[in-house]
T-cell receptor
C-alpha cells in the first residue's frame, strides 16, 4: 500500500523567513517517484518537482530546495527567504513503479505574511 | 496548448440528479485520473485509466462511474448525486511509464455543489 503523510496542516511565517514542509511516504515498491505540487489561491495545481527513488541527490531551484532521504522515507521541501507569493497549499505525491496510482498527501497550507 | 480541460467549471445539482464531468487532454497521454479535493482531505483518487477502454478504482470510487471510450477523454459520472459529493473535482493525465516517472498535468478543476 502507498501512503503520503504531510503532518503539518498549516504553517504561518513572516516574509523572508525560511520554511520547511515535511513529507513522509510509505511504499513497498523499490522504485518509485515523488512529486511536489503547489496550489495557489487561484486553485490550479502547479507541478514543482519530481524525484526518482534511485536518485538521492538533493535539488535546489532558486529559493526552493528539496531534501530526499530514503533512510527516513522523507522528501522535504524548503523555501528560503519566503515571499507573499509563496502562500499556497503544497502537496506531496507518490507513485510506485509497479502501481498506476498517483497518491497525494493531505497538503500543507503555507501563509506568508508581509 | 490546451493541455487538460475540464467541463463544466461550476455546477449545482439537486440531490438525486445525475451528471457527467468531462475531461479532455490533447497531449496523447495514456494515463488519466479523477480526484476529488475536500478541506483537510487533500486530493483523493476516485478512478483512473491506464489507456483507452480501461478503467480502475481508486481510493474513493463509490457513487461514481467512469468511461474512457476515446484516449483523449475521461468521463466521470454521478448517477444519483448526494450532498457528500459536494467537492472540487480535478482531472489529470500523464504519459506512459516507459517515459520515466513523469509528472501528471492537471485540469483547472470543477466545483460541484449538491444541494
Amino acid at each position: 500500500a502507498q501512503k503520503v503523510t504531510q503532518a503539518q496542516t498549516e504553517i504561518s511565517v513572516v516574509e523572508k523567513e525560511d520554511v520547511t514542509l515535511d513529507c513522509v511516504y510509505e511504499t513497498r515498491d523499490t522504485t518509485y517517484y515523488l512529486f511536489w505540487y503547489k496550489q495557489p489561491p487561484s486553485g490550479e495545481l502547479v507541478f514543482l518537482i519530481r524525484r526518482n527513488s534511485f536518485d538521492e541527490q538533493n535539488e535546489i531551484s532558486g529559493r526552493y530546495s528539496w531534501n530526499f532521504q530514503k533512510s527516513t522515507s522523507s522528501f522535504n521541501f524548503t523555501i528560503t527567504a519566503s515571499q507573499v507569493v509563496d502562500s499556497a497549499v503544497y502537496f506531496c505525491a507518490l507513485r510506485g513503479l509497479n502501481t498506476d496510482k498517483l497518491i497525494f498527501g493531505t497538503g500543507t497550507r503555507l501563509q506568508v505574511f508581509p | 496548448n490546451a493541455g487538460v480541460t475540464q467541463t463544466p467549471k461550476f455546477r449545482v445539482l439537486k440531490t438525486g440528479q445525475s451528471m457527467t464531468l468531462l475531461c479532455a487532454q490533447d497531449m496523447n497521454h495514456e494515463y488519466m485520473y479523477w480526484y476529488r479535493q475536500d478541506p483537510g482531505m487533500g486530493l483523493r483518487l476516485i478512478h483512473y485509466s491506464v489507456g483507452e477502454g480501461t478503467t480502475a478504482k481508486g481510493e474513493v470510487p463509490d457513487g461514481y462511474n467512469v468511461s474512457r471510450l476515446k484516449k483523449q477523454n475521461f468521463l466521470l459520472g454521478l448517477e444519483s448525486a448526494a450532498p457528500s459529493q459536494t467537492s472540487v473535482y480535478f482531472c489529470a493525465s500523464r504519459p506512459a511509464s516507459g517515459t520515466g516517472g513523469t509528472e501528471a498535468f492537471f485540469g483547472q478543476g470543477t466545483r460541484l455543489t449538491v444541494v
